[in-house]
């Protein structure tokens, strides 16, 4: 029988967060074991490389644009019933993988997978905070859910690799199929239905779903036209410049709708925007400074992928292990202090590798476990602040919100370091052999990145400190008048 009353430990809605934690498993899963593949998949399905680019892109651009709109209408059609179709989805589309016999039907698998994440993901968070009454409890959900994740994400590369060396590359994404069917028992059989009080009825805002996805979509594709293409291509800037115009309508729609898709002055609201600034710091932050790291050990230092992978190791160890820190640093500081210590971890991470990055790896190491302990604090407690300043018949959406900030920062931070390096780098930067004037340039341009990084997100980390400092207390949790 499905429990009506909030559980009062978590051992005691254990079914219900093993299947929250397989769907963020999927989540975190998903593109880090298929990326291993990638050449296997090219030559198999005599794919090129823009097709192979878009094997992943899809799902991410997917995901991205239609976390809102799915966030909305979970909120208005039931939470768990949003969660249960995109798990069917996710359970038909990967099984399709099977019958998959040209890139392009592998995109429109991707695509399909992307939609049921962005059916889900939110929906995890929005759940596992509904289930508690208690914000202790909803911390602790969270970091356990979370850790499932970060194991997912920390072994995905190396699982893949063990099963492509006795199996097709399918399996990676047939994978999916018994993840999908748990998660579908699970929380079917562990979690109530939402009943007509937790919900809201508002017409659905069409014309403000298909304003936020084109301006989410074309946030997230702009990056990738700066990567690949430099700062001088016409059509990052022309991705850019849509993506402004969208979001710009996007506002004005929202601002002038009488049942608006996203309400602004939710958003406007201490806790919630914070925590927005927060999630954006921290994927600025991990972005750019995973991007920066991974090219000095290469091409700067000349490590071989395995050992610059080895490099990387300091951040997945404490992502990871993390986790047992979480709570008690929560407990010992109360849930607004811990967002804006853990930020400023971050933050500081960030300038130890732009001031001293090029010293040694030790500076490099240190880096990356600052902002590997912040975000693994700021992960679980900004979500937390964000749905605690929500009323409970909006509480999908703010976690749709939480992760496109992530997503769309996390595009911003590679893109933005990208176009520095482009900028100020002279020549391919995929040459065997740099000039010394050449290592100079890169030494200089991520330095130059770094402090770049380091200035917006420690912007974002201030404002929203003194955000939550000048708000009042009726002002942080109260209620949207009439939900």
Do not use: C
Request: glycine letters at 10%; charged letters at 10%.
């Amino acid at each position: 029988m499905i429990p009506t009353r909030p559980p009062r430990t978590l051992r005691h809605s254990w079914l219900a967060l093993a299947g929250l934690s397989a769907v963020f498993l999927f989540e975190m899963l998903d593109n880090s074991i298929l990326n291993v593949a990638l050449p296997t998949i090219g030559r198999e399905l005599d794919a090129s490389t823009t097709a192979l680019q878009w094997v992943t892109g899809a799902y991410g651009v997917v995901f991205g644009g239609l976390m809102l709109a799915f966030g909305a209408l979970a909120d208005r059609s039931g939470r768990r019933r949003m969660m249960l179709i995109g798990l069917v989805l996710l359970g038909v589309a990967s099984l399709g993988t099977a019958f998959v016999t040209t890139a392009d039907q592998l995109i429109a698998v991707r695509v399909a997978m992307g939609i049921a994440a962005a059916m889900t993901t939110p929906g995890s968070m929005a759940l596992a905070f509904r289930l508690y009454a208690d914000d202790d409890l909803r911390v602790r959900a969270f970091n356990l859910i979370s850790t499932v994740g970060m194991v997912g994400l920390a072994v995905g590369p190396t699982a893949g690799g063990f099963v492509l060396a006795f199996a097709p590359w399918q399996v990676l994404l047939l994978v999916n199929v018994p993840i999908a069917v748990f998660a579908f028992v699970a929380i079917r059989a562990g979690i109530a239905a939402d009943t007509a009080a937790e919900l809201h009825r508002d017409p659905v805002d069409i014309a403000g779903a298909a304003l936020g996805t084109a301006t989410i979509v074309l946030a997230l594709v702009a990056p990738t036209f700066f990567v690949d293409q430099g700062a001088g291509s016409w059509a990052a800037w022309a991705a850019t410049a849509a993506a402004v115009v969208a979001g710009i309508l996007f506002v004005l729609r929202e601002r002038s709708a009488r049942y608006p898709l996203l309400d602004l002055a939710l958003v406007a609201r201490p806790l919630v925007s914070s925590g927005l600034a927060y999630k954006a710091a921290a994927g600025l932050a991990v972005a750019g400074l995973g991007y920066m790291v991974t090219l000095q050990l290469q091409l700067d230092w000349g490590w071989p992928p395995a050992l610059a992978a080895i490099g990387m190791l300091p951040q997945v160890v404490v992502l990871v292990a993390g986790s047992a820190i979480v709570a008690p640093f929560v407990k010992r500081f109360g849930l607004d202090d811990a967002a804006w210590i853990s930020a400023t971890a971050v933050v500081l991470g960030l300038a130890v590798y732009a001031a001293l990055g090029r010293l040694g790896y030790a500076w490099i190491a240190l880096a990356l476990v600052l902002v590997a302990a912040g975000l693994r604090v700021l992960g679980v407690v900004a979500g937390t602040n964000v749905l605690r300043g929500l009323p409970a018949n909006r509480t999908t959406i703010g976690a749709a919100l939480v992760d496109t900030a992530s997503q769309v920062t996390t595009g911003v931070g590679i893109a933005a370091t990208g176009t520095i390096l482009a900028a100020m780098f002279t020549g391919s930067i995929a040459t065997p052999h740099w000039t010394a004037a050449q290592t100079a340039q890169f030494q200089d341009a991520i330095g130059v990145a770094g402090w770049t990084l380091t200035g917006v997100a420690g912007a974002l980390v201030t404002w929203a400190f003194l955000r939550t400092r000048r708000a009042a207390g009726p002002d942080v949790t109260g209620e949207l008048d009439g939900a």
